[in-house]
């Protein structure tokens, strides 16, 4: 029986329980690893991803298909995370207990040149939780617009397309956000990339930001 997304939603909407189930099951880490990397807060993640996908069921109908699933879930749970962020009203840079699994995943991510640079370390493999730390710590430091783009294009691997039919914006926008975004990241991990052996020394990024 296929299973691609876009007969799994047909399915549910004709009220397959078990068809909007798999989708579920297909997105739910990957949608609890953006909001965590969004709202930095495991509990508060979880209720974002619950949140999400209850919107997802409820809207469904209006899912359109001109876009992938996969474009419009992570839309509807960046939204939410935005949402989230803005009644708490205040930065998230307080002190949380991330998850081992997305530290390793953002440790894994290429974020522009501090990938290449670690990818050349021969200590690249001890330093895999500490740099995953560290991205979080940079991450928390990011206005909402950057730190989603890098999330969802970093951690999820979304194309350019993909990004600006999320976030509803030109793909021009995608890709002047994405390196503010990125230069941004390395000027906040310059003073600890200059102390990890085997890296270029300190990263320069562009100034301004879109």
């Not at 997305?102 to 290429?110: G, I, K, R, S, T």
Request: charge should be neutral.
């Amino acid at each position: 029986m296929p299973t691609d997304d876009l007969t799994l939603v047909r399915r549910a909407r004709s009220g397959d329980q078990r068809a909007f189930g798999l989708l579920v099951e297909r997105y739910q880490k990957k949608v609890y690893a953006v909001a965590l990397g969004m709202v930095k807060d495991a509990e508060e993640a979880r209720d974002v991803a619950q949140e999400a996908f209850v919107k997802v069921h409820r809207y469904l109908d209006h899912f359109k298909g001109d876009s992938s699933f996969y474009t419009w879930l992570y839309r509807i749970t960046t939204n939410t995370c935005i949402d989230v962020l803005r009644r708490r009203g205040s930065s998230s840079a307080e002190s949380v207990e991330y998850d081992d699994s997305v530290q390793m995943d953002l440790a894994e991510a290429n974020l522009g040149a501090l990938g290449s640079q670690l990818e050349t370390s021969p200590a690249r493999s001890a330093l895999r939780r500490e740099l995953g730390e560290k991205l979080q710590e940079a991450l928390a430091q990011l206005p909402e617009k950057h730190r989603a783009i890098l999330l969802l294009r970093e951690l999820e691997g979304m194309s350019y397309e993909d990004l600006a039919q999320t976030l509803d914006i030109p793909k021009g926008t995608v890709m002047s956000r994405l390196f503010h975004a990125r230069a941004k990241v390395q000027r906040l991990m310059a003073d600890y990339l200059a102390d990890v052996p085997g890296t270029k020394g300190k990263g320069k990024g562009g100034q301004g930001s879109e």
